[in-house]
């Protein structure tokens, strides 16, 4: 247990306990352990147990590695640029789903035209 966990008043911790009961078929000592191993995230106890193979537990702040600012400016704009990678193939995606759909709509209406035409003959 560290710090933040010790300034949770008792009746909170109890809250928070019932409240994982409620929501999963742990026990009291077991929501009370899994709560103490999730730093009482009620999500992640909740999500752990709808999800028991996604076994990543959260981490303290100093226990997370801290890339330094070129690694951040990199990963932001590798973010960036598949963002707007994504958009534009959708949107080109969605502009060729228009074309065929007019291009369809343009057969059919002829089509039309020369069955009526025939039709009057």
């Given at each position: 247990?560290?710090?933040?966990?010790?300034?949770?008043?008792?009746?909170?911790?109890?809250?928070?306990?019932?409240?994982?009961?409620?929501?999963?078929?742990?026990?009291?000592?077991?929501?009370?352990?899994?709560?103490?191993?999730?730093?009482?995230?009620?999500?992640?106890?909740?999500?752990?147990?709808?999800?028991?193979?996604?076994?990543?537990?959260?981490?303290?702040?100093?226990?997370?590695?801290?890339?330094?600012?070129?690694?951040?400016?990199f990963t932001e704009i590798r973010k960036m640029m598949d963002?707007?990678?994504?958009?534009?193939?959708?949107?080109?995606?969605?502009?060729?789903?228009?074309?065929?759909?007019?291009?369809?709509?343009?057969?059919?209406?002829?089509?039309?035209?020369?069955?009526?035409?025939?039709?009057?003959?």
């Amino acid at each position: 247990m560290n710090n933040s966990t010790n300034n949770i008043p008792i009746h909170i911790k109890k809250n928070l306990i019932n409240v994982v009961m409620r929501q999963t078929d742990y026990d009291q000592k077991m929501a009370e352990t899994k709560l103490e191993d999730y730093n009482y995230e009620v999500m992640d106890v909740i999500r752990n147990f709808m999800n028991p193979d996604n076994n990543v537990k959260k981490q303290n702040n100093e226990d997370t590695i801290v890339t330094n600012v070129h690694q951040q400016k990199f990963t932001e704009i590798r973010k960036m640029m598949d963002d707007a990678s994504n958009r534009y193939r959708k949107q080109k995606e969605m502009e060729e789903y228009r074309q065929r759909m007019q291009q369809q709509y343009l057969d059919q209406r002829n089509k039309a035209g020369q069955n009526l035409k025939n039709n009057i003959k």
